[in-house]
């Protein structure tokens, strides 16, 4: 009986944690959308969006702790509680990084007049893939999956650069726009935020399934 309850509160402890997934993919898109469109209306939305996440974040967490003190899982079950406590907070992390990223389209959107706009479709396009994969192997518990995201993460890093050297190069021509420029390059580093993040719960899954730990450089 002890057992049969036991997995079925994990059970209702992931779909719960899944939704967070799914709340936090959606907040990622629509901050992408906001960076693309700077939509003044999408840009308030995520930038003042935050709390849900946050307190389903807080929610979950209790939940894994009271799950560890209840049963003492060991072996799998273990390892399932510590990687859902582990990407529950990288997902809240990811959650404050979109609307970190809201509110940096919202200072560039006031600066329409200025003659260097960044194009960021291809990152987007590389962190939105990456997440996806990201929540899609925590999902199905699949490594392969996991794995995938860290070759994506190179170009992550690649497309940051090439932000960074961009900025650079402005700034020198027009020192005078110095602010309107960083903040561009700043959005490029939420974007990389959030493919680090990604690639920390690929670790995690990794380790779930493998039951192998793997460590990057990444915090």
Do not use: W
Not at 139 to 167: G, P
Request: aromatic share 8%; with cysteine; hydrophobic share 40%.
């Amino acid at each position: 009986m002890h057992h049969y309850t036991f997995h079925r509160q994990l059970d209702a402890l992931f779909e719960k944690f899944l939704k967070l997934g799914t709340l936090v993919e959606d907040r990622i898109r629509k901050a992408c959308e906001a960076v693309r469109t700077q939509d003044p209306q999408l840009i308030k939305y995520v930038a003042s969006s935050d709390y849900e996440i946050d307190e389903m974040e807080i929610d979950i967490e209790e939940e894994c702790l009271k799950i560890l003190a209840l049963y003492q899982p060991v072996a799998k079950d273990l390892r399932v509680v510590i990687a859902i406590i582990k990407i529950n907070n990288e997902l809240e992390r990811i959650g404050d990084y979109a609307v970190n990223m809201a509110k940096r389209a919202g200072h560039i959107a006031q600066c329409k007049t200025m003659n260097y706009q960044p194009d960021y479709s291809k990152m987007i396009d590389y962190v939105l893939k990456m997440f996806k994969l990201a929540l899609d192997s925590v999902t199905y518990q699949d490594s392969d999956l996991a794995h995938r995201i860290f070759i994506l993460d190179d170009d992550v890093d690649k497309e940051r650069d090439r932000h960074y050297d961009l900025v650079i190069q402005e700034i020198q021509k027009q020192p005078e726009a110095a602010k309107y420029l960083i903040d561009c390059y700043i959005l490029a580093r939420h974007l990389e935020r959030i493919a680090d993040r990604s690639t920390n719960i690929a670790e995690e899954v990794i380790y779930l399934v493998e039951g192998s730990i793997v460590r990057g450089e990444f915090s």
